[in-house]
């Protein structure tokens, strides 16, 4: 299994912190928040990682991760113009991913806990087509809520509903395969702009063909002021009971190649279950040429 880390967007709900850098770079606790979705792939024991870059500060990020020996990763930059969505992101892997089965870590989600070695292989192992991670939250009406049927299988995600269903979350983290690139090609952007990752999701219900799977540990999506702050304070708390590793140190720059990617095609939407029934080295290994533009 390949890992991809989404770091692009414009960060405009930290402003205006991120007004002259990437907002992967700020710190959370003892190192750049890039880090922990770097240690979230580690902790399932993928080595092959391509790190898709957005937004300001992409040089001081490939600067700071280097060549990524130092990390034990084979990392490979892209680069995403603009914040049109994660599934946009996911679709410009599509050369780099080739055959394998491959997991999306959003780039601000950050998971304190089990590490995730054995839902991968349960997912690698089973015949679905997509999987996430669901949490529980106590305010599910700011996300996207997951809806279950009498023998609890997912039957939709519902976006930011006035009644929610149930307090189960997907949160960033999505294996999938490499099919999923002809669901992204028919998607259209959402009314804001972008491809979404609910739509990806929801295209494998009706299918049977969406693993999920119940993280118990500890989720914070990072991308405000507040909620940078509390995740700083969840990882100090494992700091301070000795469960946080230091932080890899600072590598050297190697040849590089930065890709200008251009957007999968979207021609009309996809829509549409299935369920299944999750860190703490961080690794990056010699830095690779990205691919020609999808």
């Not at 299944?276 to 040429?289: E, Q």
């Amino acid at each position: 299994m390949k890992g991809i880390v989404l770091a692009g967007g414009t960060a405009t709900r930290l402003y205006p912190l991120t007004t002259v850098t990437n907002k992967h770079l700020l710190p959370l606790y003892d190192r750049p928040m890039i880090y922990y979705p770097l240690e979230t792939l580690a902790g399932m024991g993928i080595t092959e990682v391509l790190l898709i870059l957005g937004g300001r500060s992409v040089g001081d990020i490939v600067e700071l991760l280097g060549d990524g020996s130092q990390f034990g990763f084979d990392l490979t930059y892209r680069y995403q113009r603009g914040p049109l969505g994660i599934a946009h992101g996911i679709g410009l892997a599509r050369k780099w991913v080739g055959r394998d089965d491959f997991c999306v870590v959003l780039g601000d989600n950050i998971l304190r806990g089990p590490m995730l070695d054995a839902v991968a292989r349960e997912f690698q192992q089973g015949v679905c087509g997509a999987g996430t991670l669901l949490y529980e939250v106590p305010d599910p009406e700011r996300f996207g809520v997951a809806e279950f049927d009498g023998q609890g299988h997912v039957v939709r995600f519902e976006e930011k509903p006035a009644h929610p269903k149930s307090n189960l979350i997907p949160i960033g983290v999505y294996m999938l395969r490499p099919e999923v690139f002809g669901v992204i090609e028919r998607l259209r952007p959402s009314a804001r702009g972008e491809f979404e990752i609910t739509d990806v999701l929801n295209h494998y219900i009706p299918r049977d063909g969406l693993y999920w799977h119940r993280y118990t540990g500890q989720w914070i999506d990072a991308g405000t002021v507040p909620s940078l702050l509390r995740a700083a304070e969840m990882v100090g708390a494992d700091a301070r009971r000795g469960e946080l590793l230091p932080p890899a140190q600072a590598g050297t720059v190697a040849d590089y190649t930065i890709t200008i990617s251009k957007a999968p095609n979207a021609t009309h939407a996809a829509n549409g279950n299935g369920h299944a029934n999750g860190h703490d080295a961080l690794g990056i290994g010699a830095l690779k040429h990205a691919p020609e533009p999808v």
